[in-house]
């Protein structure tokens, strides 16, 4: 079963300005990481518990986890699981 796959408007948008940073120097590379990027959101939707539980004070965010983009390590999706939804909120370097 998979789960449905949201991005907020603020993770779509740090996405985005990753990659046209990579861009930058790597125009290949960027379409390789927006590729990568959401194959690995893709991947949580059918392995929703993959990575790990990120600690935080809000409460409102208990539960939240962690994963990075395959290939990119050092680039983040952090993820809250719903009932049917995981609802990536974050994405960072």
């Given at each position: 079963?998979?789960?449905?796959?949201?991005?907020?408007?603020?993770?779509?948008?740090?996405?985005?300005?990753?990659?046209?940073?990579?861009?930058?120097?790597?125009?290949?590379?960027?379409?390789?990481?927006?590729?990568?990027?959401?194959a690995?959101?893709?991947f949580?939707?059918?392995?929703?518990?993959?990575?790990?539980?990120?600690?935080?004070?809000?409460?409102?965010?208990?539960?939240?986890?962690?994963?990075?983009?395959?290939?990119?390590?050092?680039?983040?999706?952090?993820?809250l699981?719903?009932?049917?939804?995981?609802?990536?909120?974050?994405?960072?370097?």
């Open positions: 079963m998979s789960l449905r796959l949201y991005i907020t408007p603020r993770a779509d948008l740090d996405l985005v300005e990753i990659a046209e940073y990579i861009a930058m120097d790597r125009p290949v590379t960027a379409a390789r990481f927006l590729q990568l990027a959401v690995s959101m893709n949580l939707t059918r392995t929703p518990k993959a990575g790990s539980q990120y600690k935080v004070a809000n409460p409102r965010l208990a539960g939240l986890r962690k994963w990075s983009v395959n290939g990119f390590r050092k680039f983040l999706i952090f993820y699981l719903e009932e049917d939804v995981a609802n990536v909120i974050l994405r960072c370097a």
